[in-house]
């Protein structure tokens, strides 16, 4: 499943699906978009031979590949003080 993510990432040009994020606390330093392919190119060796063999660089263990989150937008009515504003 990993490995397809990335494949998608690489191959079809999905990288506004997914986020690289480190694995360290506080936020940032998050790769997204066309940032993020070029991360994973970068440390993804593949085999010309056999292009679903896939190498990746030590680097990338200290990342995690999520896929992103895309809520519907909701609609709603801010009350402050019993009134309501906007």
Same mark, same amino acid.
């Given at each position: 499943?990993?490995?397809?993510?990335?494949?998608?990432?690489?191959?079809? *040009?999905?990288?506004?699906?997914?986020?690289?994020?480190?694995?360290?606390?506080?936020?940032? &330093?998050?790769? &997204?978009?066309?940032?993020?392919?070029?991360?994973?190119?970068?440390?993804?060796?593949?085999?010309?031979?056999?292009?679903?063999?896939?190498?990746?660089?030590?680097?990338?263990?200290? &990342?995690?590949?999520?896929?992103? $989150?895309?809520?519907?937008?909701?609609?709603?009515?801010? $009350?402050?003080?019993?009134?309501?504003? *906007?």
């Amino acid at each position: 499943e990993d490995l397809a993510a990335i494949r998608a990432v690489l191959d079809e *040009g999905a990288a506004g699906r997914f986020v690289l994020k480190p694995q360290r606390e506080g936020g940032g &330093y998050n790769f &997204y978009g066309e940032r993020l392919a070029a991360k994973l190119r970068e440390n993804v060796v593949r085999d010309d031979a056999n292009p679903e063999t896939m190498v990746l660089d030590a680097k990338l263990g200290e &990342y995690i590949l999520m896929e992103r $989150l895309f809520p519907p937008t909701q609609r709603a009515v801010l $009350l402050r003080s019993g009134r309501v504003e *906007g």
